[in-house]
Structures are given as C-alpha cells and as structure tokens.
C-alpha cells in the first residue's frame, strides 16, 4: 500500500505532548526496524482505517513499514467471515472443505513473503495461518486481534487455535475479549485509536457541511440521527431503523442517515445492503449511503458533525472506531452497552450507554439528547476530551512500538544465549 508522507510534528496541536515526546523516544530507538502488517482488506471498516493511518505514523517515525494486503478467493471470505463471526459467538460449522480452502488460500499467500522482516504483526483471523507457512526463526511474529473473542463458538476456537501456535505475542483490545484458549499465556491489551488528521475527523466548515447534507437531500435544519458501521448483523441496522421511527414518532421532522463501508473480506456485507436499501426505499426519511456508493471520508465527517446524536446499536463490538470518531467532533452518541464501546465513553462522557437490546432505552435517550440540547453540547465536550486523552491514532502507535521494542530485545537476549 502506497501511503502520503505525515511528520510526528504535524499532531502537536491535538495530541497530549507527552505521546508526541514518547513516539520521537521509541522511533529513535526503533529506527530502521523493519516491520510488516498483513490483513485481509486495504478498505472497509475500522482494521484499514487503523493500518492507514498507523503505517504512516510508524513510517514518519524511522520505522521501514509495510502494508501487505493477503489475496483470496470468494470461497475463501465466505469461510473467514463465517469464522469471524464464530469467534463472537454465532454458530460455525468446520468443515474440512473450510479448512482445505483457508489453508490453501493463506499457503499461497505465505510464498508471497518474500521480504525479510524483524517483526510481522498478522490483523485478525484471515491470515493468521500465515505464521505456520512462513516460519523465519529471525522474525517475531504478533497477532493482532480486533474482534471480541471472549465467547466464541466452541468449533470455530478448534478451528483457529492451532494456527495460532508459533506466535511470540498476541494483542487484544480488552482483557475481556482474549479468546479462552490464550488466557494462560502472557498478551497484551491496548485499543486502538482514531487519526485527528484523517479527512474524517478534520474540522469543517459549517458551510461546507450544510452543502453536503443538501447534495444528499438531508435537511440541515432538521434533526438528524446517524449510524456509521459495516453493514454487519452484530451492528443491528434494522433496530437502528426500528428506534429510527419510534423517535420519529414522539418528534416528527426527526431525519436518519445510515452510512456503512463495504469491504472486500466481507461478502455477507454486501447482501446486507440490499436488504437495508429495500427497507429504507419506502421511507423518504432515511438515507442509505456506501463508501462504494460515492460517501467519502469527508462525507462521513460532514454526517458525524451535522448529526444531532449519533447512534451505535451494536450488540457484539471489537472496539467500534465510530464512536470515537463522534465523540471527537462532540457529537454525542448513544451506544450500546457491548464490547470495546464501553472503553471508550461513560454515561454523561461523550453520551449514554445501554443495553444494546433494549429499543425502548435507545429511544428514551435519543429523544432525551435531541430535546435538551445544552444536556448533547456538555456530554459532547466531555466526550473529545476522553478521546483526545486516550483514543487517538498516537496512544495506539506509541503502545505498539513498545512492544515492538520488547520483542526485539527479548530476541537479542536469546541471541546472546544460544
């Protein structure tokens, strides 16, 4: 992946100066380091957002950093996001049909490897056989899990697990999520974080965001709910419509945007998104928009600060970049009460949180926030703040070089040993 050159300095002015002071310490000490990310998509929720804005950040610090993206056939993204989904709790089936295609598929993908690295970390469950096809006893090996794998379905953590050998360090984004096999081994936990310089999260002209919202036919004078995410089952799209309309209900005029990214690893997204469109065609009060379908970053920015409150009705969450993304621009969000969300906001910090499945709280707090606007302007400040102190882009690179930094060391150690 080709990236646009960034300067550590270019963060000063929404970055604590300790994080900024720390980064140039460990690229200093890291420089030269040559590392690689390897996952499934270059586009597409929040692991691509992530890497895009990581690698670069890593890069501007001295690090030599790659971005590989594995390939795969449509056999292959059926059977990963069926075992996605069986590592957050749904039904899977292991087949040996399934095993024989993500084996080949992530085989092929291991002769592909033909740099040398000292460190590869491996994004989520996709390509994390690489490890077993690509042994190199001078490189260390991370793998990096985004998902909540503290329940998963029995056979999809078989599935997985053997592959998993081999690693020298695993990432989890909470304690909580660390999938039930790896909890007697040493892990580390830090969540990601979003990138104030992204053209998602940058400021906008009130103007410019006016002009947006009318090329897509929202009226900016009138109240406006957005939901952000992948077209994904576990985000409960058509419980957002459901509170959607009972809000519209109790305030007529109220207006929804549902704005999800397609990827190239999630084939189930897709027919989703028919779905969701069909739905939202007999109503002219929601819009439907897709990354695919002309909604940009600068769009997205444009819906997450125009909106009245922002909604995240997941009920299985890795961590949710989206809310962080809200509650930068002091958006206040009303979430449920699942997974790495509850990290990132507490109830009256960026806005409320509740039982994911509870359509009658969602309701009861999204009208709350759209009738007492000083209550959504005083839990929006409150929310950037959290974010500016523990959810950006800087914080995640800063952890991750630290323990690039022990895992290199580690090595030198065994080195001096053998």
Known sequence: MRLAPVTIESYREFVPTEQIDELIRLGNRLRGLRVAHINATPYGGGVSELLRSSVALEIA?????DWLVIAGDSRFFEVTKALH???????FVASADAEEVYLINNRANAAGLSAEYDVIVVHDPQPAALRAFAPTAATRWVWRCHIDTSQPYPAAETFLLPWLEGYDGYVFTMREFVLPALRDRTVDIFPPGIDPLSPKNLPLPATLRRRILDWYGVVASRPLVVQVSRFDPWKDPFGVIRVFRRVR???PGVQLALLGSMALDDPEGWRLYDRIREEAEKDPDILVGTNVAGISYVEVNAFQHSAWVVVQKSIREGFGLVVSEAMWK??????GRSGGIVLQMADGEGGFLVDPLDEDAFVERVLELLRDRELARVVG??????VRENFLVTRYVRDELR????LVERQAVHAEKG
Do not use: C, I, K
């Open 61 to 65: 610090l001295g690090l030599s950093v």
């Open 85 to 91: 989904n069986g590592l957050q709790g749904a039904p």
């Open 249 to 251: 209900d109790a305030m």
């Open 330 to 335: 002091e958006t206040p969000v009303v979430a």
């Open 381 to 386: 400040q409150r929310g950037r703040a959290r």
């Open 403 to 406: 323990l690039f930094e022990r």
